[in-house]
């Protein structure tokens, strides 16, 4: 235990008073039980042999748990590991749960036990069957303050917690010290509701802890590329890591309960910033009259190489400098990265012929099974989206042959370790500056996928996407309602692309001023332009089929940033 921390929580689980409200209450005497159990294994054991059929429930009710679109077959407990302080008794359930096709999941749900349930909503509790008439009600542990405190305490004393088949164990780091200590009082939590795989805590804008619902063994890449970052870099435009918990079984592997960070002050997401500077454009935008002449005809990079005109400056505003404030900042996290080249887990390596074939095949996979779907719902679409995919599936085969060149590429492109799932949401707006924040990855992808190096041309993609994203988002809100004249939606579409055109150039000038003498960035031109392409394309077509199965008022963005990298090859 490090010093200088008091002893404010004391977690003991063989030293607990008898549950006898409990076995007073419960027919917990009807298990068959040694007659030496003690009162509290008896209840343990009789939570593991109960909540395999109380959790189905509970799980598709909550929104951070991922397998709603799946049949439950059974639920396993795989372990449960007490968590008490006083009269509160929570517990740490790590449940694998089965479905009737595909992977299972295990799942970490912190529960706390009610003594009175009757108050709780169903969809905040587990209810657990104790004999013919009775039933114990344990209620989700993170809208408990108190189990809440007693989390922030145990990181700040570095506790290890057993349980039936493994602990719990807690570490807080220097940063901790510096930013709070248990001697100076408790800190309010408070549940964010924004999140949905994960759950976050914030702690009087002090702290935030965020629970990782879906476990899987081994480093989780968000701790992991936190960590990094603060001990073995300069780069602090990342909130500094101040602990976490950890889930270590019998056999010593370990799977991340939660990270533990410091709170940044921020005036919201990027994605939120870039839509209100996206308004007052679209406010002013009418007066310029903007025509399909003015776009700008020249490749991305070739605009790179080029001033920004005093007329996109005058109609874009500031936004142009947060974008390339936002590059800037990019490039100096790829940097960061990759400085290390003593540590195996992030040295930069060669983006061998290997890796260039896996990364084609699984492509032009993505691209022969969206297409397929976009086929399929074509006519199911809105008019304009219908005449759209028509346009873009006479596309095909020149992505199909634009992925086959990256298998053939050879050239100087290296891959590192990189934030894996790059978009405007992932980036806080603190007032003058850029806080990147969840390295996690796509959190579908197993975690061994997420921590592979990877060209960090892919999150320049991911943002560049997700700039296209935000232009088009308010166009899309003005076909919500009454269809505007076929004019008034050419004259829209020409104000995103011009924004989108300009707003990407501006971010990309700016990365490659910060990063294109890094040996991960390639030095070819034409190399660089290719494997860029390629990865903006990879993207939108990821989005094609993710709006098609969730948005489809949604997919003309993807489809028109497919045809915007795939037409002027029609010509070639």
Same mark, same amino acid.
């Given at each position: 235990?490090?010093?200088?921390?008091?002893?404010?929580?004391?977690?003991?689980?063989?030293?607990?008073?008898p549950?006898?409200?409990l076995?007073?209450?419960?027919?917990?005497?009807?298990?068959? *039980?040694?007659?030496?159990?003690?009162?509290?294994?008896?209840?343990?054991?009789?939570?593991?042999?109960?909540?395999?059929?109380?959790?189905?429930?509970?799980?598709?009710?909550?929104?951070?748990?991922?397998?709603?679109?799946?049949?439950?077959?059974?639920?396993?407990?795989l372990?449960?590991?007490?968590?008490?302080?006083?009269?509160?008794?929570?517990?740490?359930?790590?449940?694998?749960?089965?479905?009737?096709?595909?992977?299972?999941?295990?799942?970490?749900?912190?529960?706390?036990?009610?003594?009175?349930?009757?108050?709780?909503?169903?969809? +905040?509790?587990?209810?657990?069957?104790?004999?013919s008439?009775?039933?114990?009600?344990?209620?989700?542990?993170?809208?408990?303050?108190?189990?809440l405190?007693?989390?922030?305490?145990?990181?700040?004393?570095?506790?290890?917690?057993?349980?039936?088949?493994?602990?719990?164990?807690?570490?807080?780091?220097?940063?901790?010290?510096?930013?709070?200590?248990?001697?100076?009082g408790?800190?309010?939590?408070?549940?964010?509701?924004?999140?949905?795989?994960?759950?976050? %805590?914030?702690?009087?804008?002090?702290?935030?802890?965020? *629970?990782?619902?879906?476990?899987?063994?081994?480093?989780?890449?968000?701790?992991?590329?936190?960590a990094?970052?603060?001990a073995?870099?300069?780069f602090?435009?990342?909130?500094?890591?101040?602990?976490?918990?950890?889930?270590?079984?019998?056999?010593?592997?370990?799977?991340?309960?939660?990270?533990?960070?410091?709170?940044?002050?921020?005036?919201?997401?990027?994605?939120?910033?870039?839509?209100?500077?996206?308004?007052?454009?679209?406010?002013?935008?009418?007066?310029?009259?903007?025509?399909?002449?003015?776009?700008?005809?020249?490749?991305?990079?070739?605009?790179?190489?080029?001033?920004?005109?005093?007329?996109?400056?005058?109609?874009?505003?500031?936004?142009?400098?947060?974008?390339?404030?936002l590059?800037?900042?990019?490039?100096?996290?790829?940097?960061?990265?990759?400085?290390?080249?003593?540590?195996?887990?992030?040295?930069?390596?060669?983006?061998?012929?290997?890796?260039?074939?896996?990364?084609?095949?699984?492509?032009?996979?993505?691209?022969?099974?969206?297409?397929?779907?976009?086929?399929?719902?074509?006519n199911?679409?809105?008019?304009?989206?219908?005449?759209?995919a028509?346009?873009?599936?006479?596309?095909?085969?020149?992505?199909?042959?634009?992925?086959?060149?990256?298998?053939?590429?050879?050239?100087?492109?290296?891959?590192?370790?990189?934030?894996?799932?790059?978009?405007l949401?992932?980036?806080?707006f603190?007032?003058?500056?850029?806080?990147?924040?969840?390295?996690?990855?796509?959190?579908?992808?197993?975690?061994?996928?997420?921590?592979?190096?990877? +060209?960090?041309?892919?999150?320049?993609?991911? *943002?560049?996407?997700?700039?296209?994203?935000?232009?088009?988002?308010p166009?899309?809100?003005?076909?919500?309602?009454?269809?505007?004249?076929?004019?008034?939606?050419?004259?829209?579409?020409?104000?995103?692309?011009?924004?989108?055109?300009?707003?990407?150039?501006?971010?990309?000038?700016?990365?490659?001023?910060v990063?294109?003498?890094?040996?991960?960035?390639?030095?070819?031109?034409?190399?660089?332009?290719?494997?860029?392409?390629?990865?903006?394309?990879?993207?939108?077509?990821?989005?094609?089929?993710?709006?098609?199965?969730?948005?489809?008022?949604? %997919?003309?963005?993807?489809?028109?940033?497919?045809?915007?990298?795939?037409?002027?090859?029609?010509?070639?």
């Amino acid at each position: 235990m490090e010093q200088g921390f008091s002893p404010a929580l004391r977690l003991r689980v063989l030293r607990l008073q008898p549950l006898r409200y409990l076995t007073d209450t419960l027919a917990i005497r009807q298990l068959a *039980m040694p007659s030496n159990s003690s009162p509290e294994e008896t209840f343990l054991a009789l939570l593991k042999s109960g909540l395999p059929q109380a959790l189905p429930r509970f799980l598709t009710g909550q929104r951070w748990f991922g397998g709603k679109a799946r049949t439950i077959r059974s639920a396993e407990i795989l372990d449960i590991v007490p968590f008490f302080s006083g009269t509160l008794r929570s517990y740490f359930i790590l449940a694998q749960v089965e479905y009737t096709s595909g992977p299972a999941d295990t799942y970490d749900i912190p529960l706390v036990l009610a003594h009175d349930g009757t108050s709780l909503k169903d969809s +905040s509790c587990v209810r657990v069957s104790a004999g013919s008439s009775d039933e114990i009600v344990l209620g989700d542990a993170l809208t408990n303050e108190q189990f809440l405190n007693q989390l922030l305490e145990a990181i700040a004393e570095g506790l290890s917690v057993p349980g039936g088949r493994g602990r719990v164990r807690a570490v807080g780091t220097a940063a901790l010290r510096s930013l709070w200590q248990p001697s100076r009082g408790p800190l309010v939590p408070s549940v964010m509701n924004r999140e949905q795989s994960n759950s976050s %805590v914030v702690y009087e804008n002090r702290l935030v802890l965020k *629970m990782f619902r879906r476990l899987e063994q081994g480093l989780n890449p968000d701790l992991e590329i936190g960590a990094f970052l603060i001990a073995k870099t300069s780069f602090r435009n990342v909130p500094p890591l101040a602990g976490y918990l950890e889930y270590l079984n019998g056999a010593g592997t370990s799977a991340a309960l939660a990270m533990l960070q410091g709170y940044v002050a921020n005036q919201g997401d990027a994605w939120q910033y870039t839509l209100k500077a996206l308004a007052e454009y679209y406010e002013n935008a009418p007066r310029w009259n903007l025509g399909a002449n003015d776009l700008p005809d020249a490749t991305l990079l070739e605009l790179c190489g080029e001033a920004i005109p005093d007329e996109a400056r005058q109609r874009i505003g500031s936004y142009l400098d947060a974008a390339a404030l936002l590059g800037r900042r990019t490039g100096e996290l790829h940097l960061a990265l990759a400085s290390v080249p003593g540590d195996p887990e992030f040295a930069p390596q060669p983006f061998t012929a290997p890796d260039r074939q896996a990364l084609a095949n699984s492509a032009i996979q993505l691209l022969t099974a969206n297409f397929a779907l976009l086929r399929r719902l074509r006519n199911e679409l809105p008019d304009q989206a219908r005449d759209d995919a028509g346009q873009v599936l006479q596309l095909e085969e020149i992505a199909r042959r634009r992925f086959q060149r990256l298998a053939g590429l050879r050239g100087s492109a290296m891959v590192t370790r990189i934030h894996g799932d790059y978009h405007l949401g992932q980036v806080l707006f603190t007032g003058s500056d850029f806080v990147i924040i969840d390295f996690e990855g796509e959190p579908a992808r197993p975690l061994e996928e997420r921590r592979k190096k990877r +060209s960090p041309l892919q999150d320049v993609a991911g *943002m560049l996407r997700s700039f296209h994203y935000a232009a088009y988002a308010p166009l899309l809100q003005q076909e919500s309602g009454e269809r505007p004249p076929r004019e008034e939606l050419r004259a829209w579409a020409n104000r995103a692309q011009y924004w989108q055109r300009w707003v990407s150039a501006a971010f990309l000038k700016a990365y490659l001023e910060v990063s294109e003498n890094s040996i991960v960035i390639p030095q070819d031109r034409e190399e660089l332009a290719l494997l860029l392409d390629l990865y903006l394309l990879d993207k939108a077509i990821y989005e094609l089929g993710y709006e098609l199965n969730n948005r489809p008022a949604w %997919v003309r963005i993807p489809m028109d940033g497919i045809a915007q990298l795939l037409q002027p090859a029609i010509s070639n």
